[in-house]
């Protein structure tokens, strides 16, 4: 049997370096921009940094092109993935190797009102639920492990958001 090979992990004085940044001011906000453009029909792209825009668009049977993932699968990435860069952040810092880490994410949704044009008396719109499981292995037990991930997604940012209620302004520009 082989053992496994461990992910490749943050370096832990650069974690400290941007803990001791951020605990400066506690109260302080980043502002994050993303800048959305119909390129076509359900197909949008996004700009943010200095990135290459990120594409989404829907499947067919939503009206799309099926050329990237839909808004709301990109929701439940955006999740998984702000539980993986917690989770590696935290097994960092802790000095935990990990081998293994994966998050699946399954939301129920409800779509029933066709974005506003059809039946509007139906429930509301938007995840009802969202099971998350992660698969993780490395050097700790079990029981740490789980800790891990619990603290994680206690402290993830976008678990937050979409477990709260806030305040959404739109606006014409």
């Known amino acids: 049997m082989s053992e496994a090979t461990a992910i490749a992990s943050i370096d832990k004085q650069d974690l400290d370096n941007l803990i001791a940044k951020n605990s400066e001011d506690l109260e302080e906000q980043k502002t994050l ?11 949008s792209l996004n ?5 290459e825009p990120f594409v989404i668009d829907e499947p067919p049977g939503l009206l799309g092109d099926n050329t990237a993932h839909n808004p ?6 955006a999740f998984g993935s702000c539980l993986v860069v ?14 293994k880490l994966e998050v699946e994410l399954v939301g129920k949704i409800n779509i029933s009102s066709t974005w506003g044009t059809g039946e509007l008396e139906k429930p509301q719109v ?10 993780i292995d490395g050097d700790a037990s079990r029981e740490e492990l789980d ?7 206690e402290w993830s940012p ?3 958001t979409l477990s709260r209620p806030m305040p959404i302004s739109v606006a014409m520009a």
């Open 147 to 153: 800790a891990l991930v619990q603290h994680a997604n």
């Open 126 to 135: 938007g995840f009802s639920s969202v099971e998350v499981k992660v698969d």
């Open 33 to 43: 921009t993303v800048r959305t453009v119909c390129d076509r029909k359900m197909r």
């Open 86 to 99: 917690g989770i590696q952040a935290n097994a960092a810092a802790k000095g935990i190797s990990l081998t």
């Open 72 to 77: 709301s699968e990109i929701v439940l990435g």
């Open 158 to 160: 976008v678990s937050n």
């Open 47 to 51: 700009h943010a940094r200095d990135l």
